[in-house]
């Protein structure tokens, strides 16, 4: 099985850190792994002109081609974002948005694989549930189906407190627990249903 992460900050730091943690312990369990970063990346917001759903392709030519090809191949789709004016980035905000060509496509081409939520904020309670709100909304409208961390650990998703440091990110250990919740959870799922 094939999962896909996708790191919506626009810096290589804590929020990359983290979703490569993630995808290192998938491959240690014989998932294999891809991961697209914002940096660097030309992302542009979406226009909402209809042009996909006529022409079955979107208007704009740029980096989201390699995310769409990602997003296609995959059985599991992990959203890593850092948190941005207590919610989740402009990057992925595009992204999301940006979605919606591909499913002009087909329509239900992302649905049925399985979605989990990472949230790195600067502070610990800097918007990151508000941010995994977001994206289980995202997965919900797309037919994705997501993951939390269990009745148990009761998180939406991974939640980290970087600090604004990669330091710093690195001894959270609470936000480690989380993923690792998070990640059983989100095996269990792709193991049962994909």
């Known amino acids: 099985m094939k999962v896909f992460g996708i790191c919506a900050s626009p810096r290589n ?3 990359e850190y983290v979703l490569k943690n993630a995808l290192d312990k998938l491959e240690s369990h014989n998932f ?8 660097g990346k030309d992302i542009k ?19 989201m081609a390699t995310v769409y090809d990602g997003l296609q191949c995959a059985d599991g789709i992990i959203l890593a974002t850092p948190i941005q004016s207590g919610g989740i980035s ?4 595009a ?11 087909d329509y239900n081409l992302l649905r ?6 990472i949230a790195v904020g ?3 309670t800097g918007g990151q549930d ?11 409208i797309h037919g994705i189906i997501p993951v939390s961390g269990g009745p148990f650990g009761s998180n939406l998703g991974a939640s980290f407190w970087s600090n604004d440091s990669i330091d710093d990110i690195k001894e959270d250990g609470y936000g480690m627990d989380s993923l690792d919740r998070t990640l059983l959870e989100f095996e269990n799922f792709l193991n049962k249903y994909i």
């Open 13 to 15: 730091n804590t929020t």
């Open 32 to 39: 294999k792994t891809e991961i697209f970063t914002c940096m």
């Open 45 to 63: 917001p979406c226009m909402h002109c209809d042009y996909c759903l006529e022409n079955k392709k979107c208007i704009i030519d740029d980096d």
């Open 90 to 93: 402009s990057n992925l905000s």
């Open 95 to 105: 992204i999301m948005d940006r979605t919606r060509a591909l499913e002009a496509v």
């Open 112 to 117: 049925g694989k399985i979605g989990m939520s």
């Open 122 to 124: 600067g502070d610990r």
């Open 130 to 140: 508000f941010a995994h709100l977001k994206n289980i909304t995202y997965f919900m």
